[in-house]
């Protein structure tokens, strides 16, 4: 199977690889996937207080298109606000980078990866 | 495009341009274009003389008689007919199988197929080391059972199995033992003249011959009798049917007497490649090799790196082709279905690279793979999350994950 341009691109340059404070109050840690089934992101975000997402991190165990997907990501909400990141569509993401039917269950981890940094951080506010 | 260096012997090989040059003189008005079933002209008579000789050169690799040997499409067709052959024809005598969890599809689809039609068949589990256990193989063995198919090197982790042993419990219980030899012959001896086994799979594409060309092995002392699957002409004394594809066969023949001449010399030099590469990443930490590494094949090396899924691997080691028993790499999601039986955690399965190295690779491509290698699996566990958890101390097993 060969991989498109924008795969290759992310997976070779990914975009904001590292890791934010979990405990900071600001930040937001989303981990998803199992090993078992070969993938698991962890997508991290921190916000100002206007609820802007100022910084967002990855790291991801999984194939190319996995990668992508996330790094992707990370670039995508930076400066949205919650609500606007909470928006996005897996779907997007497909199109984005082009994923073939095979991959698609990547862009669905890394929109179930946002959403789930966005309850951690509710969870930490309420 | 700078073409990737080839590591993935197992998968299949290239022609050697001995072979191919002389597969090219049985094709054209020129060569020896013949069909070999015609008895009655010049032309018939070149072409069965090539197919006969082939055959001797193919029945003198494992010491067996060429009216032993069946042309076939292939190892897989050589499965169908053996496992399905015999089936068909001694089904009277008891409906029940043994085989190991770790076969070929060829093997245990072919089986799965005879389970529809009434059969029973029993898959074993293999040791931690990919090996059968001889006790349990012994204590599975019914007043029923007419066969056992054990594969008798692993396509991916190319551990070897104990033909003789195994031959001869089959034989003290009067059961049929068909081997799927694909992977071993050419590359370690087999003398069938003295090993209890009554079926063995060939293949020519896995030892520089052409794809698309196998042979089975069929035992006459003692008599091994089989139900064609494939009905026509009466081609292979009724055991096949279909013009003899003359091209391929004498390509089959002339790889397999290539093999004859050059295996001890080749395997010998493709197990210092194979230990030079795990040389080169036996001091990484987290890196697991997977299958027996003594009783294993000299090209092969099947190795887990931790941490590190095996599709982004191979696509960061691009300039190396390999294959991975990750299940990225196939439709099913699922990883190895070899390396689980060998009760390999799924992530470890996930993360296992198999090298194969072969007649055309040389120390340097091995050097660039190590270099290249390891390069790209530290960037890749810089990536990991479950790296940063496994420096940080904590045991994968206790996290909850949610399985999608």
Known sequence: ?126 | MLTPTYMDYSSTTPVDPRVAKKMAKYLTMEGDFGNAASRSHYYGWQAEKAVDEARSQVADLVGADPREIVWTSGATESNNLAIKGIANFYHKRGKHIITLKTEHKAVLDTCRQLEREGFEVTYLDPMANGLLDIEEFKSTIREDTILASFMHVNNEIGVIQDLQTIGEICRENKVFFHVDAAQSVGKIEIDLASLPVDLMSFSAHKIYGPKGMGALYVSRKPRVRLEAQMHGGGHERGMRSGTLATHQIVGMGEAFAIAKAEMKEESERTLRLRQRLYDGFSDMEEVVVNGDLDQRISGNLNISFNYVEGESLMMAISGVAVSSGSACTSASLEPSYVLRALGLSDELAHSSIRFSVGRYTTEKDVDDAIALVREKVEKLRELSPLWDMYKDGIDLNSVQWAAH
């Open chain 1, 1 to 126: 199977m060969a991989y498109g341009k924008k795969v290759l691109d992310h997976y070779e340059n990914p975009r904001n690889v590292g890791v934010l404070d979990k405990d900071a109050v600001n930040v937001g840690t989303g981990m998803v996937g199992a090993p078992a089934c070969g993938d698991v992101m962890r997508l991290q975000i921190q916000v100002n207080d206007d609820g802007v997402i100022e910084e967002a991190k990855f790291k991801t165990y999984g194939c190319g298109s996995a990668i992508a997907s996330s790094s992707l990501l990370t670039e995508w909400v930076k400066g949205k606000t919650l609500d606007e990141a909470s928006q996005i569509k897996n779907t997007e993401i497909v199109d984005e980078l082009e994923l073939p039917p095979v991959k698609i269950h990547c862009s669905v981890l890394a929109e179930d990866a946002i959403k789930a940094a966005i309850t951690d951080l509710k969870n930490k506010a309420s």
